[in-house]
């Protein structure tokens, strides 16, 4: 192994590659340098905007050779580099069929499909206890997620047929939402409250379900918008 290259060497390189999309700027640095992590502030050396594939695959080929580190930020193409189209396309393939690789472990088994979000410090924590109530109820529930913001989704495998198997999904879900809520997590991270989880919105967020039914009252006073949906009537407040 050679000589460790300064980060001056490395800028100083990528400059002559992008030109002024190499930035330095303290705010640029700064911005990039932070996340929802719990961890402390870290600035890059340099932030690059590329403007293709092309410039992508010659920074990842660039910072290879020179054995310096890359973090992707936004819509990244991952540490692994995944900048040729195949890659791409492979990657999506995988998250696609997510789905139906996860119904292929109960051949006839349709999929109770759910999410929770929580703090990234209590990721670890919410999915350990998840997966434990999962095997302790003899369920099968792949999980899967965009863990990077805390949020994972469950698909539970279940028989529609079989009554005593839905309700032990049916209470391993409300189990799996009250746990995130308990870690200062919500309900759901990117599903939505819709009709399914009506019920958790109040145990979330008390009386605060009040005010946000008069302003939907207030903009939507027919009703017209997604009815029946996100509230119910204040007299008539169930969880289903």
């Known amino acids: 192994m050679g000589a460790p290259i300064s980060a ?28 929802e992590a719990y961890h ?27 054995n310096m580190p890359i973090v992707p930020f936004g819509a990244g193409t991952s540490l692994e580099g995944n900048a040729a189209a195949e890659d ?4 999506w393939h995988a998250r696609d069929n997510t789905l139906y690789a996860g119904l292929s472990l109960k051949p006839g088994a349709r999929a109770m499909i759910t999410d929770v ?27 899967v997620g965009h863990v990077g913001d805390g ?37 759901t991270g990117e599903h939505g409250v819709g009709l399914g989880k009506i019920g958790f919105l109040r145990d979330e967020l008390g009386e605060t379900v009040d005010v946000m039914r008069s302003i939907k009252a207030a903009l939507d006073p027919g009703g017209l918008m997604n009815p029946g949906k996100i509230f119910l009537p204040a007299s008539s407040e169930v969880r289903i």
């Open 151 to 187: 949020n994972f989704h469950m698909l539970i495998l279940i028989d529609p047929a079989n009554s005593e198997e839905v309700a032990r999904a049916k209470a391993l879900h409300a189990r799996m939402v009250a746990r995130a809520i308990a870690m200062e997590g919500t309900c």
């Open 88 to 91: 791409r396309t492979r990657m």
């Open 8 to 35: 001056a060497t490395i800028i100083d390189r990528l400059t002559e590659m992008v030109g002024p999309r190499a930035s330095v700027a303290p705010g640029v640095l700064n911005d990039h340098g932070r996340s």
């Open 117 to 143: 979000c929580v703090p990234i410090s209590r990721l670890a924590e919410c999915l350990v206890e998840t997966r434990r109530d999962v095997d302790e109820n003899n369920l099968i529930a792949p999980v």
């Open 40 to 66: 402390a502030s870290c600035p890059p050396d340099v932030v690059v905007f590329p403007d293709s594939t092309e410039e992508v695959a010659q920074i990842v080929k660039l910072c290879a050779d020179l």
